[in-house]
């Protein structure tokens, strides 16, 4: 059977994201595919950036990961996204990558590719299932293959019940973050290899 090949995608701030992406990475390489984990470019300026300590430690920590491009874009049979919600969308560092993406689109080589999301806010009712949302309107434009968790795993409901994707909230533990985040990355591999077979 032909290896599916997961880009595994993360904007983080302070590093909610770029944990719940190492979960992924790691759970899709177990599962049996190929990975590339990426992140993407900051936008925000750099003395903004280094004016918080929390924020200029964490792009210190993910500044050897290299930066999504297109060609990765193009490698990956699917994709998981991470990224936190700002004020009931998406983070505007993915956005403007996102963006960015029209001759891939234009060409259609977006279509046909599994994707699924995840993201986290600082409160329980921050937007997340919106931003979740919103991506999936993204993704619909490219013709990709939504692998959404729906309700196929009690982890689901013992890490939040969001059947849109994980959603994470800030400063709290990983430990019923990580069974839903593999969860539904296995479901991503699962449906990607039978997709590519």
Not at 7 to 21: C, L
Request: charged share 20%; no cysteine.
């Amino acid at each position: 059977m032909t290896t599916p090949k997961v880009a595994v995608i993360f904007y983080s701030t302070y590093g909610t994201n770029h944990r719940m992406a190492q979960i992924a990475a790691e759970t899709a390489e177990t599962a049996g595919a190929e990975v590339r984990l990426r992140r993407v470019a900051e936008t925000a300026p750099k003395d903004v950036v280094e004016g918080q300590d929390a924020w200029k430690e964490q792009a210190e920590k993910v500044a050897d990961i290299a930066v999504v491009s297109h060609d990765d874009m193009e490698w990956a049979d699917a994709y998981f996204f991470a990224a936190p919600t700002r004020y009931g969308v998406v983070a505007s560092q993915l956005r403007a990558f996102i963006d960015t993406l029209g001759p891939l689109w234009m060409a259609g080589k977006l279509a046909d590719k599994t994707v699924t999301a995840v993201t986290s806010a600082q409160n329980t009712h921050g937007g997340q299932e919106a931003t979740l949302l919103s991506l999936y309107t993204t993704f619909m434009h490219w013709g990709a293959v939504l692998v959404a968790p729906g309700y196929t795993d009690p982890v689901l409901f013992e890490a939040g019940g969001n059947p849109y994707g994980y959603s994470h909230t800030a400063g709290e533990g990983f430990e019923k973050a990580e069974p839903a985040i593999a969860h539904q990355v296995k479901r991503l591999v699962d449906k990607t290899a039978r997709l590519i077979a």
